[in-house]
């Protein structure tokens, strides 16, 4: 299959040059790469140039958005600067973040995916994490959730959901509109991505918020926000982030935040979000 990666970069001097490396050693390779250089003040975008003397298939985009590292909006504002440079001849789309490093496997398996089960729109791996000179499992998401740093999209399922929304909550609103739309999205537990940078580790203060908005844009209404920002709060080992999340979800609701959604399709939200919870329940 052929697919093209976008790869949204944001002073990754330290990074992006593994990032390459590991994509150009897979064994299946994408027809194009197109990293986006974001308001980079380091050698990110010289680190590019070198590589792109030596291998075509890559391309360099220099972008400015906003200047705030918030989660979402920034880095999905630059992928679609570099969706823009692209045709339509591809059969999956990969949005990739600059500081991993890939199995050499991990397209060709993703591809394989695809070819085997014309209903899978979404897929991808795990995301693991240095410590104490081991790699462990990120253990940010639910397992049957593909993380926003490495996501592969069926073209069909990828402009059925409308493509990527530039907002915080945008890595999850895409599953639950593949869902929405019958899609099947699929995570592979072989597929054991290296992330070289933790996750947030940018991000502005005024970021802490943002997550709560995010739950009131996907739809959920405050039963499902309050579980679900009690979890990430644990998930993350600060309990304190419950109360931020809450007062986001608050602040977007009396400001009339519009919703990423349409008022089906939250329905639809609500409903898949509480079966889940029932299922894990019973378990």
Same mark, same amino acid.
């Given at each position: 299959?052929?697919?093209?990666?976008?790869?949204?970069?944001? $002073?990754?001097?330290?990074?992006?040059?593994?990032?390459?490396?590991?994509?150009?050693?897979?064994?299946?390779?994408? *027809?194009?790469? &197109?990293?986006?250089?974001?308001?980079?003040?380091?050698?990110?975008?010289?680190?590019?140039?070198?590589?792109?003397?030596?291998?075509?298939?890559?391309?360099?985009?220099?972008?400015?958005?906003?200047?705030?590292?918030?989660?979402?909006?920034?880095?999905?504002?630059?992928?679609? *600067?570099?969706?823009?440079?692209?045709?339509?001849?591809?059969?999956?789309?990969?949005?990739?973040?600059?500081?991993?490093?890939?199995? $050499?496997?991990?397209?060709?398996?993703?591809?394989?995916?695809?070819?085997?089960?014309?209903?899978?729109?979404?897929?991808?791996?795990?995301?693991?994490?240095?410590?104490?000179?081991?790699?462990?499992?990120?253990?940010?998401?639910?397992?049957?959730?593909?993380?926003?740093?490495?996501?592969?999209?069926?073209?069909?399922? =990828?402009?059925?959901?409308?493509?990527? /929304?530039?907002?915080?909550?945008?890595?999850?609103?895409?599953?639950?509109?593949?869902? =929405?739309?019958?899609?099947? &999205? &699929?995570?592979?537990?072989?597929?054991?991505?290296?992330?070289? /940078?933790?996750?947030?580790?940018?991000?502005?203060?005024?970021?802490?918020?943002?997550?709560?908005?995010?739950?009131?844009?996907?739809?959920?209404?405050?039963?499902?926000?309050?579980?679900?920002?009690?979890?990430?709060?644990?998930?993350?080992?600060?309990?304190?982030?419950?109360?931020?999340?809450?007062?986001?979800?608050?602040?977007?609701?009396?400001? /009339?935040?519009?919703?990423?959604?349409?008022?089906?399709?939250?329905?639809?939200?609500?409903?898949?979000?509480?079966? *889940?919870?029932?299922? /894990?329940?019973?378990?």
């Amino acid at each position: 299959m052929d697919f093209y990666i976008i790869i949204p970069a944001h $002073n990754e001097e330290k990074h992006i040059a593994l990032t390459l490396q590991s994509i150009l050693s897979q064994t299946l390779l994408p *027809k194009k790469i &197109v990293v986006v250089n974001d308001n980079s003040t380091d050698k990110t975008a010289a680190i590019v140039l070198d590589y792109i003397k030596e291998h075509s298939s890559i391309s360099l985009i220099n972008a400015t958005s906003n200047a705030i590292h918030l989660p979402g909006s920034k880095v999905i504002q630059a992928f679609h *600067k570099g969706f823009e440079t692209l045709d339509d001849k591809y059969d999956f789309i990969v949005k990739l973040d600059a500081d991993l490093i890939l199995p $050499n496997t991990y397209f060709e398996t993703i591809s394989n995916h695809f070819k085997l089960d014309p209903k899978i729109g979404m897929a991808g791996g795990f995301a693991y994490i240095e410590k104490n000179g081991e790699w462990i499992l990120e253990n940010l998401t639910d397992k049957d959730h593909i993380r926003g740093a490495f996501k592969a999209y069926r073209k069909e399922c =990828f402009l059925q959901i409308g493509t990527l /929304k530039p907002a915080m909550g945008w890595d999850t609103v895409d599953e639950l509109l593949c869902k =929405f739309y019958g899609w099947k &999205v &699929v995570t592979d537990e072989r597929l054991k991505v290296k992330h070289l /940078k933790p996750t947030g580790a940018n991000y502005n203060k005024t970021a802490r918020y943002k997550q709560g908005e995010a739950f009131y844009t996907l739809g959920y209404g405050f039963f499902i926000t309050a579980i679900a920002s009690a979890k990430l709060a644990m998930m993350k080992k600060k309990p304190l982030l419950f109360l931020d999340y809450l007062k986001g979800f608050w602040k977007a609701q009396f400001a /009339k935040t519009p919703l990423l959604v349409t008022k089906d399709q939250a329905k639809f939200i609500r409903k898949y979000r509480l079966q *889940k919870m029932k299922e /894990k329940l019973i378990r």
